[in-house]
């Protein structure tokens, strides 16, 4: 079955800097790959998703990148802000397949 | 407003006990999920159900128990087999099965054995 690892497990920047997380993926037919934001008490919301027929996606100040070579995606924060201190979730699966979930990436913003 | 509800919100028991944890939406969502949440594991699923009347086993479905007799409603149970049962539990839903799409989370029930 699919097995995601996620890294770094926790990352301090400075508001305004940018933060990237990054995921690798077991399964080669993975396909759909998305990112979900859970904020301190809260349910974890779809943030950005990407799947396997592009590189890169962007929205406003999220992006996400994908390698299917190397089979690993990224999640990148540019000029980040205190509102995005939460626990960041990468996900991968192929179609039919349940999501598999990556351990999670606590960010912190310091003002 | 249409949501996922998940309840109780936190929940006590004692070693050997059964326990339910609720789970309706109203978002007219075929699919079903319920997973884990332990520190620096991510989301585990325990079971999915894609249909009414039908359901699957995830990953660490041992010790746990589903029922899907209504589309609303997906009660989790965790049961004593469970060796390990404290945890954050979330329940989910999409608007089908086989996961392309988004994944619409409640809130969450905290369980602590005593």
């Known amino acids: 079955g699919e097995n995601v690892e996620q890294h770094p497990s926790t990352l301090s920047v400075q508001e305004g800097d940018s933060a990237v997380i990054k995921c690798t993926y077991s399964?080669?037919?993975?396909?759909?790959f998305p990112w979900y934001k859970q904020e301190l008490g809260k349910r974890p919301q779809l943030i950005i998703d990407?799947?396997?027929?592009?590189g890169e996606k962007k929205d406003q100040r999220i992006a996400v990148t994908l390698n299917k070579t190397a089979k690993h995606f990224s999640l990148h924060i540019t000029e980040t802000q205190p509102e995005d201190s939460a626990v960041y979730f990468c996900?991968?699966?192929?179609?039919?397949?349940?999501?598999?979930f990556g351990g999670g990436t606590r960010l912190m913003v310091k003002p | 407003d249409g949501g996922i509800t998940q309840s109780p919100k936190y929940l006590f028991r004692k070693e050997g006990q059964n326990v339910t944890l609720s789970c309706e939406q109203n978002?007219?969502?075929?699919?079903m999920y319920w997973y884990r949440q332990d520190p620096g594991q991510g989301l585990r699923l325990i079971y999915y159900?894609?249909?009414?009347?039908?359901?699957q086993k995830g990953d660490i479905a041992e010790g746990y128990s589903v029922s899907r007799e209504k589309k609303e409603s997906f009660p989790l149970t965790v049961t004593s087999a469970q060796k390990n049962p404290t945890a954050f539990y979330l329940c989910?839903?999409?608007?089908?099965?086989?996961?392309?799409?988004?994944?619409?989370f409640g809130e969450g029930s905290r369980l602590t054995v005593l």
């Open positions: 399964d080669s037919a993975s396909n759909y």
């Open positions: 990407i799947r396997s027929n592009v």
């Open positions: 159900s894609q249909i009414v009347n039908d359901f």
């Open positions: 989910a839903s999409s608007m089908v099965g086989g996961i392309t799409g988004e994944l619409f």
């Open positions: 978002l007219n969502h075929d699919a």
């Open positions: 996900a991968a699966t192929a179609a039919g397949n349940m999501l598999t």
